[in-house]
DNA sequence: TCCATAATTCCATTAGTATGGAACTATGGA
DNA sequence: TCCATAGTTCCATACTAATGGAATTATGGA
């Protein structure tokens, strides 16, 4: 198939609205202070990560409040979690934080050239 | 003063939390579908920006529901705005861009090394 | 001044999100 | 089996955000 025509772009077009959403729901996740300030927890934990009754004390998060942070993460893949006896340890997702930090560097600094790579990273 | 102490580390966790908040409000900002919409179409305009008109009816979103998303961009500066006549032109931010990025860089390559820098970049 | 165009603001409606106490479920040890 | 600990799920309440038609404001041209 030629990589052109009506057909290719309604694909490309529907592509690119599916990733916007679920990038959108990604941000979503991220973008309340409570849910950010456990993921930067989360990631001072890397990559052994943390029980959620330590999140919880740590950050002062009644256990089901907290629940409900964790499952929304989670839905969002931000999060990983496995079980160790009686807890649960939840770390961050690498993958899906390099595919969002992926995702906002190509819209940037790649795709439309609005800001330079150097600006963000500084790499020798 | 040194950089230690009780004073010194209630300072900077004041700062790490109004940081907290500041990034949180802008990930709200991107988490919604039409905003991001919005975003990624500046970007690709960048860096003449589009007028509301253009942008309303390229994303077939109705003027006043358009008029609240921007505003939202604007409150957390990811938008900018300048008149000409009775046009007005926003465009991406790019400083707030380059601070978001900035930040999740930090947070996951840096900071924590949670994710090594050439997965999301590749500078030669 | 009057009009047309551009965009915002007003307003009401609807939908979705956040919160946390209480009840429940899961796991492992005595 | 019974208990303690760890977390989740249930549920009700309160808030916050999204949407879009109608009215309003801003700007410049005739």
Same mark, same amino acid.
């Given at each position: 198939?030629?990589?052109?025509?009506?057909?290719?772009?309604?694909?490309?077009?529907?592509?690119?609205?599916?990733?916007?959403?679920?990038?959108?729901?990604?941000?979503?996740?991220?973008?309340?202070?409570?849910? !950010?300030? /456990?993921?930067?927890?989360? @990631? $001072?934990? +890397?990559?052994?990560?943390?029980?959620?009754? %330590?999140?919880?004390s740590? !950050?002062? /998060?009644?256990?089901?409040? @907290? $629940?409900? +942070?964790?499952?929304?993460?989670?839905?969002? %893949?931000?999060?990983n979690?496995?079980?160790?006896?009686?807890?649960?340890?939840?770390?961050?997702?690498?993958?899906?934080?390099?595919?969002?930090l992926?995702?906002?560097?190509?819209?940037?600094?790649?795709?439309?050239?609005?800001?330079?790579?150097?600006?963000?990273?500084?790499?020798?």
């Amino acid at each position: 198939m030629k990589p052109e025509g009506a057909a290719w772009s309604a694909m490309k077009r529907k592509q690119e609205s599916e990733e916007t959403t679920r990038f959108a729901d990604m941000f979503a996740a991220m973008g309340a202070e409570p849910r !950010l300030r /456990i993921m930067r927890l989360l @990631l $001072s934990a +890397h990559p052994e990560g943390m029980i959620v009754g %330590d999140i919880s004390s740590e !950050l002062e /998060i009644p256990s089901s409040t @907290l $629940s409900h +942070h964790l499952d929304k993460l989670k839905n969002e %893949d931000l999060v990983n979690v496995r079980r160790e006896g009686t807890c649960l340890w939840y770390t961050a997702s690498c993958d899906s934080l390099q595919e969002l930090l992926g995702f906002l560097y190509a819209e940037c600094c790649t795709r439309n050239k609005a800001i330079e790579p150097e600006k963000i990273v500084c790499c020798r």
